[in-house]
């Protein structure tokens, strides 16, 4: 009853389910639940190992950071190997094109095919690159966009028909970005490059043309302008907001639906406010009250509310919980209403999804977590050159693996039920009064899961009824295994009765990503307390969460399992302002990326991964 699952016709499953099966008549009360899509195992062939038959074709452009600094430590000479062997593992069915970066910007103009010919061409020119100046890296990732959408765009002028509208689906096509240092030539500030990918053509955001891209191979020339070295003109008399955290970006307030008028950019951090409970509290059994309130310490909790990447506006507090009910930890204040093309949901807008590898500590994270986080990728931070092959390999692996793309999942509150908050990775739109939200996705591989955690409000009834839709659950994809489009939908019901056990355990996977999105609200606040230089408060914060999972009815998952264990990675990188800056803040945000994400993306093992990639990754490693 409380779980439905969609017949199975298509290899893309969709199911939800809620954290119980009964909920009182009499009372309005909350419902955790959980929309879950699910992709299909690696295909495997005849011995059942992992095989890449049938795959979609990829089409790759690397973008190589050659600035002076790439030959210390031996990250140039890791770089060139590895790119070796990912030529090597492509087919002649499979595209790459190379861009290289310092000062400058060189590229091979298209992408060529992977056959021995294109092979020989991409092998002779990796190994002839050597370092050179400064870090344009804006030029070097405008480049690699405009080489994808310049491929599709001819792929759809030589289509026909119905063929036009499934350019760009039935291939995969990403951008890996790699870098070891801060952008110091073109753009240099975070806001301006994020934004070089929501701009439709390589001259929008450069008036005159732009970056300076050289041919390399026979490859046709770019413009010739010399690239700026200012950004271009734009209104920066206020100061920029603080950083804000992909979840804190996308969670709903109690209010989703309201629009605001206030300005998501901020001068200087506003008086203190009040502490919030933005999710309702939930009528839980009275042995997990701790377990469903991870900030004990109120001053912890108004410290959460008052880290920077949470700062927006102030909210009036809800009405207090009755005694019997327990508070879930305060989520950011009120947040704008999703637009149509909200910051989270720029994957919609671009070519290619966006990859980027951050090599050693002095590298910006933040502006590699959120290249990837608009590109629909993942940041992986590579903290010794030895991580490079095996990280490549998990992301080729990944990509290799792809089973869908375009996801969207519409969810709709059924019979006087209302949404109260919802969350899925880094995109979500609302529609009308809290009664529809939507979930754009983006791609998802094999053996992968979105899943997407709402609560809704339930309404009073006057009397007892045994079955009930509570929401209604619609997903459509583009299948590139099947090359086709499809659509899934899955309903939600539930008994509401007179009474329900005073003691009961929700259902384990609801709990386990209610762990999940806590844990990575969490992990961001803590990242915010830790650049404030408030070591102490950060680390507390990760222990009484720490606590929490281990006292919670799905301690034992894999997914809880990996977050108590991230939570201990982080601590040693909030050891010492010296460990904090020093790869402790890098590591932060990659592992808060990978629970937000649900994606695998560094050289340990995850939950989030695949076989595909453990294949990758072990080939890569003894290339």
Known sequence: MAESTAERLTEIQLSCKSDFEEFVHSNAETCWSVVTIQAPQCQEDESGEVTESGRSPLELVAVIDKSGSMSSSGKLTMVKET????????????????????????????????????????????????????????GGLIEGLAMIEDLQKSQ????????????????????????????????????????????????????????????????????????????????????????RGVLSSVLQ??????????????????????????????QIPQQQQQQALPYGDPQLAQQLQLAPDLQQQQVAPPPPAPPSQV????????????????????????????????FGADHNAELLQALSDAGNGVYYFLDSSE???????????????????????????????????????????SKGSGQTVTFSLGDIQSEERRDCVITLDLPVLGEEVMEVTVLRAKMTCFNVITGMLETKEVELKLRRVKSVPAKREPNEDVDEHRNRIVSAQVMESATALADQGDLTSAKSMLMQQQMCIRSSASKATPVSTELDRDMDRMAEGLASSAAWHHGGKHLSSNIAQKHICQRSNDVMESGYGNRMKMKKKAEFSKR
């Open 387 to 429: 991580k490079i092959p095996e990280s490549f390999g998990d992301c080729l692996g990944g990509l290799l693996s792809t089973a869908a793309q375009n996801i969207s999942v519409e969810v709709i509150a059924e019979n006087g039920c209302s949404i109260k908050q919802a969350f899925a990775g880094r995109s979500t739109q």
């Open 253 to 282: 307030s109690i209010n989703p639906f309201a629009s605001t008028s206030s300005s998501t950019s901020i001068a200087a951090p506003p008086p203190p406010v009040a502490q919030t409970n933005v999710i309702d509290p939930i």
């Open 83 to 138: 790119m070796l062997f990912v030529i090597q593992q492509l087919s002649s069915k499979d595209k790459l094109g190379v861009v290289m970066y310092d000062t400058h910007v060189t590229s091979t103009g298209s992408l060529k095919s992977m056959d021995e010919k294109g092979k020989a061409e991409m092998t002779s020119l990796i190994e002839r690159l050597s370092t050179g100046s400064c870090t344009n890296l804006s």
């Open 327 to 358: 508070n879930m930890p305060p989520p950011p204040p009120d947040m704008p209403e999703p637009s149509a093309a909200g910051p989270n949901d720029l994957s919609d807008q671009i070519a290619a999804s966006v990859y980027t590898f951050g």
């Open 156 to 243: 759809r002028e030589a289509a026909t028909g119905e063929d036009t509208a499934a350019v760009g689906k039935k291939t995969v096509a990403s951008v890996l970005l790699m870098t070891d240092g801060v952008a110091n030539e073109g753009l240099t500030s975070v806001h301006d490059i994020v934004k070089c990918l929501t701009q439709r053509g390589r001259h929008d955001f450069y008036p005159d043309g732009g970056y300076r891209a050289g041919s390399l191979g026979g490859g046709r020339r770019r413009p010739q302008n010399r690239m700026r070295s200012a950004p271009p003109p734009m209104q920066q008399q206020q100061a920029p907001a603080p950083r």
